[in-house]
C-alpha cells in the first residue's frame, strides 16, 4: 500500500561518466568513481539523508529537512573539489539537483512530480554546480551559510509551466582583507596660478622646491605610511589622526617661518585631514598605498 510525504529529494549525477571510463579504463575509472560514491555516502549519513537508489554511478537521495539537503549537497561538492585537488589526475566531477514537495512511497522507493522535477533539476545544472527549485530556497529561508543565486525561469522537461530555479554557490569565499583605518592629510599652494603669472616659471620652480622641501622634511620627521605629489601638493597618509595633525601644525608653522624670512613673497598652503579606509599597496614605491577617498583641503591656511 502506498502513502505520501512531503520529502526533499536530492539528485546527483556524474558529468562525463561514460567518457571517464573509455579514456582511464574501467579499472582506475571504477577506483575514481568508487572514491566518489564514497563521498556521497558520508556526506549523505553526515546530513540524515537516505540513499533512495543509484543509477550507475548517480544518487537519488530523501531528506526530511530541505535545509539539511542543501547543506550536503554544499558539503560533497566541497569534498570533491578538495579530493580532485589532491589528485588531479583522478578527477570526478557532478551536478546536483534539489526539489522539495509531495511524493508517493513504495516500500524504500519514492515517485511522483515532485521526484520527477528534482531530476529535470539536476540535468538543467552544469559540472560542479548545485541548483534547487524555488520552493528549497523559500522552505530554507535566510540561513548565514547559504547564498542563493536567482538564475531565471527555465522549462523543465514533463512540465508545463515554467520553473524558477536557484543556483547555491559553495565554493568557499576568499578572506577579505581587513581595511586600514588611516588618516590623509592634502597639501595646496593657494594662488600657485598667479604666481608663476607674476613671476614667471623659473622662480615659481624655486619657490615650489623650497615648500617640496619643507613638506617633505616635516613628512620624514612624522614618519608617513605614504605620500605622493600633486603638483604643487601632497596627499600623505598616516596611520593615526593625531600624526597627521601635528605634522599638519608643523607645516603651517614652518611656513609661517618661511613667510617672514621672505615677506615680498610669502607662501600661503592650506591643510586638509580626512580619516578614512586604506587599501592596496603601490608597487613602485616603498611606502603603503592608500585608498584615500574625498579630498578635504582649505581646514587651515597659513
Given at each position: ?42 556526506q549523505v549519513e553526515a546530513h540524515s539523508g537516505r540513499v533512495v537508489k543509484t543509477a550507475g554511478d548517480d544518487f ?243
Amino acid at each position: 500500500m502506498s502513502t505520501t510525504t512531503t520529502v526533499t529529494v536530492l539528485f546527483t549525477d556524474v558529468v562525463g561518466s561514460t567518457q571517464l571510463r573509455t579514456g582511464r579504463g574501467e579499472a582506475p575509472a571504477h577506483r575514481d568513481l568508487q572514491a566518489h560514491s564514497d563521498v556521497v555516502r558520508q556526506q549523505v549519513e553526515a546530513h540524515s539523508g537516505r540513499v533512495v537508489k543509484t543509477a550507475g554511478d548517480d544518487f537519488m537521495v530523501a531528506f526530511d529537512s530541505a535545509r539539511r539537503a542543501v547543506e550536503c549537497a554544499v558539503g560533497i561538492q566541497r569534498t570533491l573539489a578538495e579530493q580532485n585537488r589532491r589528485h588531479p589526475d583522478r578527477e570526478v566531477h557532478i551536478r546536483i539537483g534539489i526539489n522539495t514537495g509531495e511524493a508517493i512511497v513504495e516500500g524504500e522507493d519514492l515517485f511522483g512530480a515532485a521526484v520527477n522535477a528534482a531530476k529535470r533539476i539536476e540535468a538543467k545544472a552544469v559540472g560542479d554546480q548545485i541548483l534547487v527549485s524555488e520552493i528549497v530556497r523559500g522552505v530554507v529561508g535566510a540561513h548565514k551559510d547559504v547564498e542563493f543565486v536567482d538564475r531565471g525561469r527555465v522549462r523543465l522537461k514533463g512540465f508545463p509551466e515554467r520553473w524558477r530555479l536557484y543556483e547555491v554557490p559553495w565554493q568557499a569565499k576568499p578572506p577579505q582583507p581587513t581595511p586600514l583605518v588611516l588618516s590623509f592629510l592634502f597639501t595646496d599652494v593657494v594662488g600657485s596660478f598667479d604666481i608663476t603669472e607674476r613671476l614667471g616659471d623659473d622662480q615659481w620652480l624655486d619657490i615650489l622646491r623650497a615648500h617640496n622641501a619643507i613638506v617633505r622634511a616635516e613628512l620624514a620627521a612624522h614618519e608617513a605610511s605614504w605620500f605622493k605629489s600633486l603638483g604643487d601638493g601632497f596627499m600623505v597618509a598616516f596611520p593615526a589622526a593625531i600624526d597627521a595633525l601635528e605634522c599638519a601644525i608643523s607645516i603651517q608653522r614652518d611656513f609661517a617661518e618661511y613667510n617672514e624670512e621672505h615677506p615680498d613673497e610669502p607662501l600661503s598652503v592650506r591643510v586638509g585631514l580626512h580619516t578614512g579606509n586604506g587599501k592596496g599597496r603601490d608597487p613602485g614605491s616603498s611606502h603603503n598605498q592608500s585608498g584615500a577617498g574625498p579630498r578635504h583641503t582649505g581646514l587651515a591656511t597659513a
